[in-house]
């Protein structure tokens, strides 16, 4: 069972359209992180958002987390080749023993 | 500014060898953590250390095994690998262990094994 789902797996657009891409589950999360990875290296830390129905931009990026906490959302305005890469959500669920689940990912792929 | 460093890179084992891959990190983090990632899985957990002397199971363990006798260093170590172990391995640390709502991840390149 994937406890957290990302969506869609992949997707492939022109630069300067828009997309959104997801990251969902059934299990409430203290805090859900989002990270991108570029080929080769290891995935980086874009953004940590804690709050139920909590924004956060960075630059063209907008993140949102759930009202629930159960969900969140990237969006990205007028994408970039250089937005290219697997962005992976990341959530622990705030117990003492939790461990941090990674989503499978969504491979993003901006044609110029 | 070196962060988290792996070794080797790539490395290709012939079936029934044994190998280490090695981890170091310079930010004195608590905590470290051993991923591979699979085409299409995500990342999966497979050892993880809140300290040095502790190590704990994680997702995917068998196969593995890992040892923390110091701080920096968090090596780990294939037994008699298998073509299932083919994959890249992602090292990582962190300041505040599992709460994201405090720290973060830090990654290293990755190791590339190819079990053949």
């Known amino acids: 069972t994937q406890l957290l789902e990302q969506s869609p797996q992949f997707l492939s657009i022109q630069e300067g359209e828009n997309l959104t891409v997801y990251c969902n589950s059934s299990?409430?999360?203290?805090?859900l992180q989002w990270y991108r990875q570029e080929p080769g290296e290891g995935p980086v830390l874009l953004v940590t958002?804690?709050?139920?129905?909590e924004v956060k931009k960075l630059k063209r990026l907008t993140f949102q987390f759930g009202d629930a906490r159960k969900d969140s959302s990237l969006h990205i305005t007028a994408a970039q080749p250089g937005d290219t890469g697997l962005y992976l959500c990341?959530?622990?669920?705030?117990?003492?023993?939790?461990?941090?689940?990674f989503g499978k990912g969504t491979r993003l792929h901006i044609l110029p | 500014n070196a962060g988290v460093t792996q070794t080797p890179k790539f490395r290709i084992l012939k079936i029934g060898q044994s190998m280490t891959l090695q981890c170091t990190q310079d930010m004195n983090h608590n905590y470290m953590y051993w991923y591979r990632q699979d085409p299409g899985m995500g990342l999966k957990l497979i050892y993880y250390s809140v300290g040095a002397g502790i190590t704990d199971k994680g997702e995917v363990p068998n196969g593995y095994n890992v040892s923390r006798s110091t701080t920096e260093d968090f090596p780990l170590r294939l037994e008699l690998a298998a073509p299932s172990q083919t994959s890249v391995y992602f090292c990582?640390?962190?300041?505040?262990?599992?709460?994201?709502?405090?720290?973060?991840?830090?990654f290293g390149e990755g190791s590339r094994l190819t079990v053949l």
């Open positions: 990582a640390s962190s300041l505040t262990g599992p709460n994201l709502n405090t720290g973060e991840l830090f």
């Open positions: 990341a959530g622990e669920r705030g117990s003492r023993d939790d461990k941090i689940i």
């Open positions: 299990s409430v999360f203290s805090s």
């Open positions: 958002v804690v709050t139920g129905g």
